[in-house]
């Protein structure tokens, strides 16, 4: 069902790019959890745009004002409901958009599903911009997380043929990854930059991946197949616009391996069982292991690009071309950070609602 | 929930590996529409193990035994269930499984979930032999989607380092892909059959790629954000055994990629709008836009070898060897073609379920 | 799951009584469809408060402010979401409705499920407030029911032992009923005025029964068993706070009846296929038959009433006596008229958007 | 979805009449508890037709076989899968009920939905047999919650104009409601059994109510608005074929009543809080106050009767006389005991595993 998500919790995010506008409501949380409203600013802001040369100027004052659903910093079990103001509201012609579609948008899938009817203006419900309440949901999420001792932390894995290679699977360690530019190799970060400005000067966009983590989850959560952790996450990341691949563990690799190699030997760590390698990521039959959970996405250049493009004119069905305006990321990949956080987050609050040990008690 | 999927259809797969029946229930399927039982015979012997050399020499008589929805070749509207019994039925002792994990494999995440009540034998509920009924449903769906125009059709597109790159994401082909080693390249399939009786000699498996290709598609299916063609499909083919990487288009690849090279131009192509690539795998703001859709999904080397691993006795919490005894596929890449086939199937048909077209009438 | 509805559409309400402000979003419209904001105003005007004598004279604007989903009076596809402000917000202590609960008011349960974060102010999201949202819901339903031709009107069919009894289930005109107390027999609206006005002096309140038609209606609308009309009709009206009863067709009063006499005769009129009388409500095997479709609610009386009550007092686990201030109705039934047209225009317009024909095309 | 049932447990029952077999899956259901099936079996066989002078004489063995999900007594965490074959398959033509619909059945509806390619045969997916699953999955959740101090019983409260009025909704006692015609006073119960038998020699049916009370529930339990148990319990309750009305403590009779005779006054007794009177059935706001929950539901006569009806030729628009063959129940409502039971039951049980309690812990 397009825009909800969740099978104990109950989120549906709504809003267009330029309606008046954007939000979500939250259904299914228990009542008595604190909100810490400057954290969930602070994890806001690694989203927001306009702040550093590699993303847009664009300014977007994202202050969620919550309309239900907490009193006096705690949850109070009703739905959750907080909307964002659009100040760049509606304006102007944006027909064009219905008429010639922006190659690598969703102008034309829109304009075929809903017939002209689509709010075309800055993407509608298509545009990034609707991962903001995806991130209230999620930053909240993720606090609730903490306060049972699991933490999510992602890292940009790449930027084009630039790695982070840094990141450890069995023992991981976030604390480097600072919320500017998430990386765990300054060194790595630095080119990365050099190579968003290279792309930025030249008109065009550049792709990467991101890297999520996930530490401190107990072992028994997620149901057999189709309710296994990879297609509850893989279902809620998919959502995130931009995002054309989801891995778990070795992920696409594990086509390139040995039996003898990807099978993680089991082992005893002070008492523990632990895996000695994570090529799993946390995960066997769809349940966690109790080893950190990993997946990484790739996310994919900007489709709005300053460079001559080529589309279609629909009313006349003709070849045209077409060069988008305006000022637009050469890479989402930062700002995805946060908000693949936030998906993740949304999918381990929604399975531990459910019950993480279905045993006899 | 567990071992559950559909919006629109609602499939429910039950049963375990040694237990006395698996099967499937699908309901919300229109009456009226045929299906060619001796054509589902043909797809799930392609499923089937005990047929090559590749394969375990297990045999499987997996025909199914219909219970109720279908009247003399037609649905009837009412709730289709079907069973395959167990020839191979639980006996002996599994205990060890409950208490030695064998490693990549469901035991361990069971054990800790189920608290030592799951039916062990033969993975139970987690054993791929679940895929059966899977390919049931899947099979029938692929049908009815034929029968309005639209194609399933994968091959396997990587064995370890041997690739089958014959195939075109713009305009597919799958007419040489034939069904008992589904390549493309008969010359990369018989390497990979090389590869694979060489890891076989060693006590070892191996993994593999497949790649789906779906043709026929209206443009307009789909919903946005978590209502993707991208999350519903990661959602299902997820839910298959062994499967940790699923991407769409150029998918991990366009993490490499340029903004003005990911971007698929719009074109006309006899009155039709196409574009000129296919990087989106025919999804745009997870909407199919008309082209084929394809993804891609990483199947890791089957866990059950030869070769002595490393484990631990739960009991004692001590570290321990262990060999995995039976004969089991050197590679399961081959059979996971029509299962993945069959999940995709389920996913498009439940979507085109919920009508493919919201705008006005 | 918790304010939540919907299969094919998915409604989610939020709101406390005295909180910021109450709304709802309504994902899975098709695009393209008109709102008549003027005539969705009219529709919530007949469930305000404060217009004659038997409802309570406080004053809500219930003006809802739409932030997505409509573009130019058009359904544009995306979800919908309107709120409207409380200008009755939060203030005073509400610590005395935690440990002193109202007698027929969620005060209680609301303290035991929500351990005392609940917000108790007004009711919190327990408040009859709570069916202004569903009445922007079930307003829009309503207006693209009327569009397909499809008509939901509802009376006052008792109040206390005032019955209104001109209703034929066969051959419904509802045109007489009037949108301020909306009966069909004038004489019986005076009767029950005269009642109502006498509870009220008594510092009293009283119940009553609403009874709901809908014309119009295709045959073959809903599915067998948990999905047939009834279940998904009393689903809703149910969550309607105060019912306490829901009945279709001759309801309690089949438990009276011969096979005989409940039986509806099949017959031609027009050529069409009727049934002489409407025992059945429309409804066989949970599937409509073609026939008006009639169910009726029992009311409950209004839980806050002028007159002393016993409670207890939760911190001391003693009797006590407990006096609800403020003016309430006396009589809440003439007001949850349109909230039932509206639950059941969401429930039909749930299953329509399903599809009402599952036969081969 | 039809024929689907649950939020936290899924229900999917499926069979037809005279198919080769009906039956239920059941996910979701905690590893490690116990099934008795010899308790089972008695629970069946209160609702096997055949027992005795007011049944049809047809035989039933409705002996359930276990595919899944229980192994050595235990459920093991997989999927629950059980059927019963059917002896009396589909045999003969049922293409009369195709063109002449039984007055009070589905058949026309089924026609109508499904084009005629409903199985027809005995009912078929619509048949009252379809029951028996719902009683299997039913008295699983029966016993699952009778180890959670949770009683649920039922007696037949009316038949015709005979009621059995010994009910006493504050404190139950359903001791001595027997088995095989399950009311508290047998003077009322041979008064039925003596109603039954006239309605018989007649030819004719005749309807009732059953009651059902709940004992042992903890306060807390249940959502607001359409999470309430009153949603709940209607939605499963009006899936039993023949039910037509449903309410739940003082029920329908609410529309009659003052507020203060309404209202339950709190008390405290042995230092706990209770209600003097229980008219709201246990449920305030939609969620348990720890009071006994009741609700009555109505089921109406048999429409398969003896006597001559008036039905229409559907392939000649025709107006016709049709006779019902075969021997039929001609009160239904002792063998709906059970089956209300085991409905209450799955809403119970389904609603205790998303957690009773959502206060901070």
Not at 93 to 121: E, M, S, V, W
Not at 192 to 213: F, P, W, Y
Not at 309 to 315: E, H, N, T
Request: proline share 6%; net charge negative.
């Amino acid at each position: 069902m397009s825009s909800t998500y969740g099978e104990n919790l109950k989120l549906s995010i709504f809003g267009q790019s330029h309606g008046s506008a954007i939000g979500m409501t939250l259904n299914g949380i228990p009542a008595g959890l604190t909100v810490d409203e400057k954290k969930l600013a602070a994890f806001l802001a690694r989203r927001a745009p306009g702040q550093n040369g590699w993303s847009t100027p664009r300014k977007e004052t994202d202050a969620p004002e919550f309309l239900s659903g907490i009193v006096d910093g705690y949850t109070c079990g009703a739905p959750i409901a907080a909307i964002i103001r659009n100040t760049n509201t509606r304006s102007g012609d944006y027909d064009n958009l219905k008429d010639c579609p922006r190659p690598g948008h969703a102008d034309y899938t829109a304009q075929i599903k809903y017939g002209g009817f689509q709010d075309a203006a800055g993407g509608g419900h298509f545009s990034g911009r609707l991962t903001a309440p995806l991130c209230i949901a999620g930053g909240m999420c993720k606090q609730w997380l903490e306060q049972l001792g699991i933490q999510i932390s992602a890292h940009i894995a790449s930027i084009g043929d630039v790695s982070d290679d840094l990141f450890d699977p069995v023992n991981p360690d976030m604390q480097g990854v600072g919320p500017v530019f998430p990386v765990l190799d300054p060194k790595a970060g630095l080119q990365m930059q050099g190579l968003i400005e290279k792309v930025k000067r030249e008109g065009d966009s550049i792709g990467g991946t991101v890297e999520c983590c996930i530490t401190g989850l107990p072992a028994g959560l997620g149901e057999p197949m189709f309710g296994g952790m990879e297609s509850r996450i893989a279902a809620i990341v998919y959502g995130v616009p931009a995002v054309k691949g989801v891995e778990f563990g070795a992920g696409m690799q594990v086509a390139r391996m040995r039996g003898s190699e990807n099978n993680d030997p089991f082992t005893v760590v002070n008492g523990q069982i632990q895996t000695e390698t994570n090529h799993c990521g946390g995960i066997l039959g769809g349940i966690t292991n109790g080893m950190p959970l990993i997946f990484r996405c790739a996310v994919k250049p900007t489709p709005s690009i300053a460079k001559l493009q080529q589309s279609v004119k629909l009313s006349e069905n003709v070849i045209t071309t077409l060069q988008v305006q305006g000022r637009h990321d050469p890479c989402i990949v930062p700002r995805a950070v946060p908000v693949i956080e936030a998906a993740a987050a949304i999918a381990i609050y929604d399975t531990i609602l459910g019950g993480n040990n279905h045993g006899a008690k």
